[in-house]
């Protein structure tokens, strides 16, 4: 796996499964085309995309992926990390590298939600020589056939209730014809981060806080990564309400909660939620923090000590720099830095904010950790994007702490082996 690939999969995605949406609340189209001729060539993938959205939280993407002669995947993107949310054409970019072993290249479009969603004019540019880019045919790529022949050249990886997808003679970016969803009558079905029946907001701190409650018994607090939402634990939610009241939070600016262009810090995230608490009349909860959120938690501990009873970390961190993840994280960060820079969508600009929080924070030292009274549980995967001796150090300087360094595990451990790691928080928690 590539460290680009495993730098998306650590840090902006919350499964293995190609499309990172936990629920049916979104649908797909593909071509597919031979590969290898392009073998170990750089690519461009380009598309017009355009949409309208009814659910504030619809968006569209383009998204290819690489399989290779093995079956096992090599490059993928799915712009997970940068929705599109504009009412106006615009045309995307996907680049990178195919696969030296690759077979076949898998691309088109996702539509996520309620929404109207156009797609049009798909290019796929291959440099063939130094800076040297020829288009690859690719049949249909502007929509101008007619709806049967369209079909024998595009599939429908999902065809959800609500969603009618067609080729329209209206709003084409080029030519006569676009590609069309039209999901103006699809109903979600309730899942963690989009419940209807359990999900409420409140307004802390001059925001609104989106939160979901599940079960009974003392209260749990979870707390999601970097640009994610309440769905990463979706693996987690129903094992856990078994035993706790989990109340489980999308961070400010990120899922359903709402944001005030403030400098995203850890501190003003512990902010947000101890003032969640006290409107929730919560004198005190065990909380349990997944990356980002692990900062949090930890933040919380130091700063509100009453409102905190035991706090499991995964793969959390102190402060930020070359001892803490490999320099290439960096690398990737920055470069991502740049390319939103450029882009005036307010996702674009909010993602902008939340990796300058990856890159400068948090700021803390290990002595700080000392402070820490409540019982805590540091986790962390033995492949984990935070280097193990950082974890171990985290653990060493809290007086109070268990230390579990799951064996082969990555960042994704909460995901990719829930019934290990939930077993893990459940006997410490109780």
Not at 92 to 117: C, E, P, Q, V
């Amino acid at each position: 796996m590539s460290k680009y690939l495993l730098l998306l999969l650590l840090i902006f995605s919350t499964a293995s499964n190609a499309f990172a949406q936990q629920a049916k609340d979104w649908g797909a189209f593909q071509q597919i085309i031979d590969a290898r001729p392009y073998a170990g060539k750089k690519f461009r993938l380009e598309a017009a995309v355009k949409v309208i959205t009814i659910d504030p939280a619809a968006d569209g993407e383009l998204w290819i992926r690489i399989d290779k002669q093995d079956k096992k995947m090599g490059f993928f993107y799915n712009m997970m990390d940068k929705p599109i949310r504009s009412d106006q054409w615009k045309l995307y970019t996907i680049s990178g590298t195919i696969d030296k072993t690759a077979r076949f290249i898998n691309f088109g479009g996702l539509y996520h939600r309620k929404g109207i969603f156009y797609f049009d004019d798909f290019k796929l540019f291959i440099e063939t020589t130094k800076d040297n880019w020829e288009p690859a045919p690719i049949p249909d790529a502007g929509f101008e056939s007619d709806t049967a022949t369209h079909r024998k050249n595009w599939l429908y990886l999902q065809n959800r209730v609500g969603y009618d997808v067609r080729v329209t003679g209206s709003q084409a970016f080029e030519g006569k014809h676009a590609f069309k969803v039209d999901g103006s009558n699809f109903t979600p079905e309730p899942t963690f981060g989009n419940n209807p029946q359990t999900g409420k907001y409140a307004t802390v701190n001059g925001i609104n806080i989106y939160y979901e409650t599940y079960g009974q018994g003392a209260p749990l607090l979870l707390l999601h990564g970097n640009s994610e939402s309440i769905g990463l634990f979706q693996k987690q939610i129903p094992e856990l309400s078994k035993s706790f009241r989990v109340i489980a939070v999308d961070t400010r600016g990120q899922g359903r909660s709402s944001e005030d262009g403030k400098t995203y810090t850890y501190d003003l995230f512990a902010a947000d939620m101890n003032a969640l608490l006290d409107e929730l009349h919560l004198d005190s909860v065990n909380i349990l923090g997944w990356s980002d959120g692990g900062n949090t938690g930890l933040i919380m501990a130091m700063q509100y000590p009453a409102k905190v009873k035991k706090l499991v970390t995964m793969g959390a961190n102190v402060f930020i720099d070359k001892s803490v993840v490999d320099k290439w994280v960096f690398k990737q960060l920055n470069k991502e830095k740049k390319e939103l820079a450029a882009d005036t969508l307010y996702s674009s600009r909010n993602r902008l904010r939340l990796v300058e929080l990856l890159l400068t924070e948090p700021r803390l030292s290990f002595a700080a950790l000392k402070n820490i009274q409540c019982p805590v549980l540091v986790v962390a995967g033995e492949k984990d994007i935070i280097k193990e001796e950082h974890t171990k150090q985290i653990a060493a300087h809290i007086p109070n702490s268990k230390l579990y360094i799951a064996p082969k595990e990555t960042h994704y451990f909460p995901a990719e082996n829930a019934h290990v790691f939930n077993k893990a928080v459940l006997e410490f928690l109780r």
